[in-house]
């Protein structure tokens, strides 16, 4: 199975929550992300958690070295992000993040992000936080 890591992964595995152990034993299983994923990630953690350049400088550098080069964002990655859109009703972000999955060859979309067990495409949402 092939797995696609939505950027909440990635904040995660960076912090001290409950979730972070369950987002590092993800990345460390190994999965695609996109260039999108790192724009997202490199803003969240300095916006959000007001991270200093230098840190996350060395996030993106961690990252580099467990994951496989990034997905790149194409013009035929945002028509088909356009069409998921319009028939699932994902904000068109959410739909790059779904369409870079599916042009990887992906089974699997980790992420908190959307609907746990929805399938688009053949790509099944999974959910790795919910608690029981």
């Not at 994923?37 to 580099?64: C, G, P, Q, T, Y």
């Not at 945002?78 to 089974?107: N, P, T």
Request: glycine residues 6%; proline residues 4%.
């Amino acid at each position: 199975m092939t797995r696609f890591l939505d950027t909440n992964v990635l904040v995660y595995a960076r912090g001290d929550s409950r979730n972070a152990g369950v987002a590092q034993d993800i990345i460390a299983e190994g999965g695609e992300i996109s260039v999108q994923v790192l724009n997202e990630f490199a803003h969240v953690l300095r916006r959000k958690l007001r991270r200093s350049w230098a840190d996350i400088e060395m996030a993106l550098a961690d990252v580099a070295i467990v994951l496989p080069p990034p997905r790149p964002l194409t013009h035929a990655t945002h028509k088909m992000a356009m069409m998921i859109s319009r028939e699932s009703g994902y904000a068109v972000y959410d739909a790059l993040i779904v369409a870079s999955a599916l042009e990887a060859g992906c089974d699997e979309l980790v992420t908190e992000d959307m609907q746990h067990g929805q399938t688009v495409g053949g790509l099944t949402i999974r959910n790795p936080f919910i608690v029981n």
